[in-house]
């Protein structure tokens, strides 16, 4: 059987290697903190095997977080300008190749859908070929392998290049680029389910119930999707903020009382919390991810950009919840 843990693993190597060559890299300022974060992050993959199967204590990976915490604080991580194709070179590679330097992305696709909808049924007699419950995530972990040996054959970089280490080089100088920003969704995502488990979504239920009209369907709508909206500001991550304003609002109001559709009432919010999304750092793989790949002058250019377009899209999903989920059109 292919375990998903296998791929978790292979992430902490990567990322012990991406400390490792900051670690050596005397162009970087800052290289032995940057080395020590990407180290600890690296280290909690592997770790995190013997915490899942009880076999190892937790406290050590709250311990890690905290020190990773105080690098970024004390801002002890930093770039390097070793390495790494420049301007001339990279538009060099993309005259000579063209279209085809769109094939390793494609591939990841395309393995991951052959391992979702094929590789799932298979079974060895008895035992499956893949881990019941996690097919997705060791399709795509493998179609990443796949992509990358493809690109490799495809481009075949050159010893200058650092040869089969070309990915784990450039994988740091993204890595270095993004900086504390590329842990942010794991971080957020824990933050989800910790204001879950500590009945976030009740006391909020609770407070609504004082504050919103008795029997207003429209107010219930505007609660449900500007908290939704609101939650992905503060937390990053619309599928954090789900559970909490659905235990408030979504399921004991919209549903149980004003019998709303259940599907139209939490896709459509879902898309309330995704305005959220568009206006907030917190969400950094949308927002200040890109702006740090494209080296932009502002790291809240694309927030800029995108809060003229989410507040009329939120007061759309709005209008779209409250006509269509409740009967209002049908």
């Not at 199967?53 to 004390?74: I, N, R």
């Not at 060895?124 to 019941?132: F, M, V």
């Amino acid at each position: 059987m292919i375990k998903v843990e296998w791929f978790y693993w292979l992430c902490g190597i990567i990322f012990l290697g991406v400390a490792a060559l900051t670690a050596g890299d005397r162009s970087n300022p800052k290289r032995y903190g940057s080395a020590a974060f990407w180290a600890l992050l690296g280290l909690s993959f592997g770790y995190g095997t013997f915490v899942v199967h009880k076999t190892a204590p937790a406290w050590p990976l709250g311990v890690g977080v905290l020190v990773m915490a105080a690098l970024v604080g004390t801002r002890q991580l930093s770039r390097g300008t070793a390495g790494g194709p420049n301007d001339a070179q990279r538009k060099a590679g993309a005259d000579r190749f063209g279209s085809l330097l769109f094939v390793p992305a494609l591939v990841i696709p395309a393995v991951a859908v052959l391992f979702a909808a094929v590789l799932v049924k298979v079974r060895i007699g008895a035992t499956p070929l893949l881990e019941t419950g996690s097919e997705t995530l060791i399709g795509l972990g493998v179609a990443a392998i796949v992509a990358v040996a493809v690109g490799l054959v495809m481009l075949r970089p050159t010893a200058a290049d650092g040869g089969v280490l070309a990915p784990m080089r450039e994988g740091r100088r993204l890595l270095e680029a993004i900086g504390w920003a590329a842990v942010l969704p794991q971080m957020l995502a824990t933050l989800g389910q910790l204001f879950t488990a500590a009945g976030v979504g009740t006391a909020v239920g609770k407070v609504t119930n004082h504050v919103l009209p008795h029997g207003s369907l429209i107010g219930g709508v505007i609660v449900y999707c500007l908290g939704m909206a609101l939650f992905t500001i503060i937390m990053g991550n619309a599928f954090a903020a789900f559970p909490i304003m659905t235990a408030a609002i979504g399921w004991p109001i919209l549903i149980q009382q004003f019998h709303g559709n259940p599907a139209a009432v939490f896709a459509i919010g879902m898309l309330a919390g995704f305005c959220g999304t568009l206006c907030t750092p917190m969400a950094a793989n949308f927002n200040l991810v890109p702006a740090a790949l494209l080296e932009m002058r502002s790291k809240y250019g694309p927030i800029k950009a995108q809060i003229p377009t989410a507040i009329p899209l939120l007061l759309c999903n709005m209008a779209l919840m409250y006509v269509f989920a409740f009967g209002v059109v049908g």
